[in-house]
């Protein structure tokens, strides 16, 4: 119950195109669900992040979709650059509670130039 | 720049010894989270400290320990050490909750 799932391990995508990471969780006490970026040599950087009263949160060219009936979020990368090449983790934090914030395993998206 | 501080940033040791990773989080934060990240298993949770005080402990091994002083600086001793330990470890800070603010890690070599 505690497990985030994120798919898929690895993400080739041509300049330009859109890139999408899914995750899914089962605990219906998660209640805040942020997204992070890493860069190699780097820690995790918050990317996004989106509560479930809301379906869709937009910056930029980043959007995380949120399916509350499926327990799924999701991020997309509009207009794919090389400079977004890096990990990305889904995370997902209990309500109410600090002590926990599961990640999933990771996705390494990779944007040809 | 995330303002969490981490030392040292490499460090190769021997198996059987005993390391010390030290972590400074952002001016204000009073949570401390510790992380353990490998290839295969991408980010582990560790530890979490609030305030001095330990909050809750996740996939932590015995030989691990952990602590967070007065200053609000934390430690993380890993002792008896195994070659699965090399590992690249995080600290990470919050003032209560997320967001977590993530230093650049510890890359711990055992050999």
């Known amino acids: 119950q505690q497990q985030v799932k994120q798919s898929p391990q690895s993400l080739i995508v041509q300049k330009g195109g859109i890139s999408i990471i899914n995750c899914a969780y089962e605990?219906?006490?998660?209640?805040?669900f942020p997204w992070y970026q890493q860069f190699p040599g780097k820690g995790p950087a918050l990317l996004i992040a989106?509560?479930?009263?809301?379906s869709e949160k937009k910056e930029g060219r980043f959007t995380i979709s949120f399916n509350k009936s499926a327990k799924q979020f999701s991020l997309h990368i509009m207009d794919s650059q090389p400079g977004d090449s890096a990990t990305y983790f889904c995370a997902a934090s209990p309500m109410n509670r600090d002590d926990k914030i599961i990640f999933g395993k990771g996705t390494r998206l990779h944007i040809l130039p | 720049d995330s303002g969490v501080t981490q030392t040292p940033k490499h460090l190769i040791t021997a198996t059987g010894q005993r390391v010390t990773l030290r972590c400074s989080p952002r001016?204000?934060?009073?949570?401390v989270y510790w992380y353990q990240q490998s290839l295969d298993q991408g980010l582990q949770f560790l530890i979490h400290?609030?305030?001095?005080?330990?909050?809750a402990k996740g996939n932590i091994l015995e030989r691990f320990s952990a602590q967070q002083f007065p200053d609000l600086h934390s430690e993380l001793n890993l002792s008896s050490l195994e070659l699965g330990d090399s590992a690249l470890y995080f600290c990470?800070?919050?003032?209560?909750?997320?967001?977590?603010?993530f230093g650049n890690g510890t890359r711990l070599t055992v050999t």
């Open positions: 001016s204000g934060d009073l949570s």
């Open positions: 990470a800070s919050s003032v209560f909750r997320a967001p977590l603010h």
């Open positions: 400290y609030y305030n001095g005080e330990e909050r």
């Open positions: 605990n219906t006490a998660f209640d805040y």
């Open positions: 989106i509560r479930p009263d809301v």
